[in-house]
């Protein structure tokens, strides 16, 4: 395994961060544990998860195998760089108390004891602002974290889906506090979707934030979808997969994004994950497996050295927005 640090910060993390919103809605716990084994054995020292993954009925499920996990054998805890998010609510549809939801001061601190608490834990590594919360200014929120720090419970605090002016303002603000501020952004980020380098990467790039690109593989649609519906090796596109490949102008592109890779002897979904640690600011891609044959095709491509032919090719067929603001201003 390769490792990098986590934007500005000292902290050592994988190449490859360990996603488990599968776990619980499409993992047992049996085999959640299995590929959490599989991934630490390999080198995976970064887990990624969220207070409220464990499905719509089920919340917190995810964090209570994980922790489950951990108390299972001394020392995983010490090497492992725990990060999960704040931010939904925690009841069901519209079961949602006033207080219990978003990044108010009091939501923040009951949502990290429960998380803790299911976690198996004492302190979280890495603590995520899910969403931005255009109620709560960041003073609070800061002064929030300041005091979690301060106890102990969390060590680094980062962002999930905000806006490059968004990042910037929740860095000054720490700024002012003389706080170290958000050290990583979680964003959607991969060949099919490269909006996020229009702004927040370079946002990210200028505060000092490690980039965590979520859905590497667009919900399956850059893994060799087309290939393994025709081989009948696989279900058929769901989703956002599915959604795509009915324009037309889609699935040609991705057909020719296939048809590179099969001249060239590759794996799609490993390529699209070795394209991303190509990218300036990216710290690794977060993947989900829900078996142990996923994980090992993820760690591949760690291994996987891309040739300028085929960065060429993937830029033709995926093009980027180019840099901001000429790709919109000029």
Known sequence: ???????????????????????????????????????????INFFDTANVYGG??????????????????AGRRDKVVLATKVYGPMGGTGDVWPNHDRLSAVNIRRAVEASLKRLNTDYIDLYQFHHIDRQTPFEEIWQAIDVLIQ???VLYAG????????IAQANESAARRGMVGLVSEQCLYNLAERRAEMEVIPAAQDYGLGVIP??????????????KEAEGTARRAQG????????????????????LLDKHGLAPGEVALAWLLTRPGVTGPIVGPRTAEQLESALRAVEL???????????AIFPGTGPSPEAFAW
């Open 151 to 153: 106890q102990g419970k």
């Open 305 to 315: 050295d891309l040739s300028d032919e085929v960065l060429t090719g993937l830029d």
């Open 240 to 259: 956002r997969s599915a959604d795509a490949l009915a324009n037309s102008a889609v699935r040609e592109q991705v057909q020719a994004y296939e048809n």
């Open 56 to 73: 719509s009925d089920n919340r917190g499920r995810t964090e209570e195998i994980v922790g489950s996990w951990f108390s299972k054998a």
């Open 159 to 166: 962002s999930s889906n905000f806006p490059g002016y968004k």
């Open 1 to 43: 395994m390769k490792y990098t640090q986590l934007g500005r910060t000292g902290l050592k993390v994988s190449r490859i961060v360990l996603g488990t919103m599968n776990f619980g809605p499409q993992t047992d716990e049996a085999g959640s544990h299995a590929i959490m084994d599989a991934a630490l054995g390999a080198g």
């Open 214 to 227: 979520w859905s590497p593989l667009h919900g399956g649609l850059l893994g060799g979808v087309i290939k």
